[in-house]
């Protein structure tokens, strides 16, 4: 079936910091790939997807590329703020009305 | 737009009570889930629907009911509750098939079952 698998947390930076948040996947076929994220008390919200291989997601300065030949969908960004404290998830989607499959979470807490 | 909105936010129940969290959506979406998030576990599928009286298992569907009697609502039922379902639960919908499949949440229900 299929998985996620990204790197545990908790990730400690500080401000302005480069971040990567590694997630790999198994499946069948072509699955969307999204990053969400979930801020303190608060439900999980898109942050960006890719739909297809070699396709760039990005948003809020954050990027990730779905690389099919390393099944990965790592999540990057070049200096991270105090505000970007939250838990990242990546997931997979093969689309249509199948299961999106999660992975753990990273959490993720930068300091002044 | 008021998007996916969850009732109550928290609940604290007793082992063996009942109870229903409520889920209701104003973007026409066809499909809504509910999820529960554990630590460590990531986001665990409950129970999904495709529309409006279809219904179907997720990966932890035990000791969880659910209805879709419209296309807005989606109820959770908890039929004895147990300290195992102690956790956030989240709802989420997603408009029709064919997109790309981005899941809308809701803010989360924490309850606790002592």
């Known amino acids: 079936g299929n998985s996620v698998t990204q790197m545990e947390g908790p990730v400690t930076l500080s401000e302005e910091a480069f971040l990567t948040i590694n997630c790999t996947y198994t499946?069948?076929?072509?699955?969307?790939l999204f990053w969400y994220v979930q801020y303190p008390g608060e439900g999980l919200q898109l942050l960006l997807k890719?739909?297809?291989?070699?396709d760039k997601g990005s948003n809020k300065g954050f990027e990730a590329t779905y690389r099919k030949e390393t099944t990965s969908f790592h999540l990057e960004k070049g200096s991270v703020q105090v505000s970007d404290s939250a838990v990242y998830f990546c997931?997979?989607?093969?689309?249509?009305?199948?299961?999106?499959?999660f992975g753990t979470g990273t959490k993720l807490q930068v300091i002044p | 737009n008021a998007g996916v909105t969850q009732t109550p936010k928290f609940q604290v129940l007793k082992t063996g009570q009942s109870m229903t969290l409520q889920c209701a959506q104003d973007?026409?979406?066809?499909?809504m889930s509910w999820y529960r998030q554990d630590p460590g576990m990531g986001l665990r599928l409950i129970h999904y629907?495709?529309?409006?009286?279809?219904?179907d298992q997720g990966e932890v569907p035990n000791g969880y009911n659910v209805s879709r009697s419209t296309t807005e609502d989606f109820p959770l039922r908890l039929l004895s509750a147990a300290p195992s379902q102690t956790s956030v639960y989240f709802c989420?919908?997603?408009?029709?098939?064919?997109?790309?499949?981005?899941?809308?949440f809701g803010e989360g229900s924490r309850l606790t079952v002592l």
């Open positions: 629907s495709v529309g409006a009286g279809i219904t």
């Open positions: 499946a069948t076929g072509y699955p969307s």
């Open positions: 973007m026409n979406h066809e499909y």
């Open positions: 997931a997979l989607g093969p689309g249509g009305y199948q299961k999106v499959t």
């Open positions: 890719a739909t297809k291989a070699d």
């Open positions: 989420a919908s997603r408009p029709p098939s064919g997109t790309t499949g981005e899941l809308f």
